[in-house]
């Protein structure tokens, strides 16, 4: 038996599938009150350390592969074929320069994904330019609650995590600010 379409077929015949529309939500993943500025508020200053020496990354990593296979094969003559005398600093300074080689090699792997992380102490920072070289520096900026200078400090407790904080010379405790360095300008050659 053949079954009348009653009803009526007009229509435009067009799909509303709901795919979530999500402008206008208010997707809030900072977890801090604190108020966020641009550098260009703030005037950050870069200031190079080492007379605005740089070095290229890829010969970091270089440097690092050829001293820790050179003191791996030192290492091993003086583990396993110990010359007369002098063994054990030897082996010392094969597991030093080894120390330093893999340091080299993780700095650079780190840094080319970063573009910034803090050098040794805590107020030079180590960052890479647009064409993978290696520069240290320090970073100032003006305190914008009271105009005074402000530093950028490596802070937090020794064994927890820290951060990188401008610290304001006059109030130090309350006026700083959290650094993204995803903000910086660009560091140029
Ligand atoms: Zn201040």
């Known amino acids: 038996m053949p079954n ?3 009803g009526d077929q007009s229509g435009d015949h067009s799909l509303n599938v709901g795919v979530g529309d999500f ?3 208010n997707v809030n993943i900072s977890n801090s ?3 966020t500025f641009t550098p260009e508020q703030l005037y950050i200053e870069r200031h190079p350390a080492f007379g605005g020496r740089s ?17 791996l094969i030192g290492l091993y003559f003086t583990v396993f074929q110990p010359p007369l005398g002098g063994q054990s600093s030897w082996s010392t300074f094969f597991m030093f320069s080894f120390v330093v080689a893999v340091m080299a090699v993780a700095m650079s792997a780190v840094l080319r994904r970063r573009k910034f992380d803090h050098f040794f102490g805590s107020r030079h920072y180590l960052e890479m330019s647009q064409n993978g070289r290696l520069a240290v520096n320090r970073l100032t900026a ?6 005074s200078l402000m530093h950028l400090r490596h802070v937090g407790p020794k ?31």
Do not use: K, M
């Not at 290229?56 to 003191?71: H, L, N, P």
């Not at 003006?142 to 105009?147: A, L, N, Y």
């Not at 600010?177 to 140029?188: H, N, R, S, V």
């Open 33 to 35: 009150e604190r108020p």
């Open 4 to 6: 009348p379409n009653h």
């Open 159 to 189: 064994e927890g995590p820290r951060e990188d904080l401008f610290l304001c010379e006059r109030n130090p405790r309350q006026h700083t600010i959290q650094l993204d360095p995803t903000a910086l300008p660009d560091l140029e050659d």
């Open 142 to 147: 003006q305190c914008p609650w009271c105009g």
């Open 23 to 25: 402008r206008g939500a």
């Open 55 to 71: 070095l290229d990354s890829s010969s970091v990593s270089s440097f690092g592969y050829i001293t820790g296979a050179a003191s």
